[in-house]
Each structure stands twice: as C-alpha cells, then as structure tokens.
C-alpha cells in the first residue's frame, strides 16, 4: 500500500495544484469557516461558469466590452464572495452552526446557475438546457436580454474593444 502511494507521479500541474491548495485552504478557512472549502468551491466554480457564458453571450450580440467587466463584473464578483464571509461572522456572532454560511452560499449558488443558464441560452447553446429550465429562468433572460440591448445602444459607435 505504501509503495503504491510513494509512487505517484508528481507532474508539474499536481504540484502547481497542491501549492495553491496548501495556500488557498487556510484562507478560505480563516474567511468562511473551517470545513467549508467545497462550498466555496462551487461557489467560485459556478462564479467562474457564469463569467465565460456571459463574455460568450455578449460577443454573440456584439455587446462585449471589456471595460463593462472590469466595471461591473468585477465589483460584483467580490461582492458575491463577500457575503458569504460576512454570514459566517453573523453564524460565529450567534453562535449557529453555518445556518446563515450555507443558506447565503446557496442562494447565491441559485441565483449565479440562473445567470449561467441564461447567459448560455443568449449565447447560442440553448439546445443543451432543457425546456422546463428555460420556463423557470424565462425572467432571468428577460432582464439579461433587456440589459444586454441597453448597452448595445449605449455603445453604439463605441469602439468595444475595451
């Protein structure tokens, strides 16, 4: 058994991955509470999901701008990744066991695959989602499509490259 497990390959990217984890977990420890590094990884996996869906959306209506993500996305981004931590304060403050963490941290969870779906949808890979999730995300793509045709005009003649 242990000749199995000295044997394995340290590849560059495991040991890229391990030095991050190494340096990583303590902090999301110390921010969101002990135990709690998968939830924010799917919190940041679905962040990161919902960042490459929208730039696809945005440069399929010719809406992308650079400038708008740094802008917009950005500020929004770390706010999402705030509120988490600050319901861990609240779930030590009174002293509950993550009551506050875990509903937060799911919500924005909901909120951002929302985002993600109809972010996909505008970007053309509406075929992949099926029929009962565009009807629950039809307010969602609504107000993405409106927001998206907004800027659109706002930019007109704006060079989008950023």
């Known amino acids: 058994m242990y000749k199995q497990w000295l044997s394995v390959e340290m590849t560059e990217g495991k040991t890229i991955a391990t030095a991050l984890g190494a340096v990583l977990a303590p902090w999301v420890s110390l921010i969101y509470g002990d135990g709690r590094v998968i939830p924010v990884a799917i919190l940041l996996f679905v962040i990161a999901l919902d960042w490459i869906t929208g730039i696809a959306a945005a440069r399929k209506d010719k809406t992308y701008s650079s400038q708008y993500g740094i802008r917009e996305g950005l500020p929004r981004t770390l706010f999402l990744l705030a509120i988490p931590a600050f319901a861990n304060l609240l779930d030590a403050l009174m002293s509950m066991p993550g009551l506050f ?62």
């Open 101 to 162: 963490f875990y509903a937060i941290t799911l919500g924005i969870v909901y909120h951002t695959w929302q985002s993600l779906t109809a972010n996909a949808y505008r970007a053309g890979w509406g075929n992949w989602i099926p029929k009962a999730v565009m009807a629950h995300i039809e307010s969602e793509l609504k107000a993405k499509v409106d927001r998206a045709s907004k800027r659109g005009a706002d930019n007109e003649g704006v060079d989008k490259r950023g």
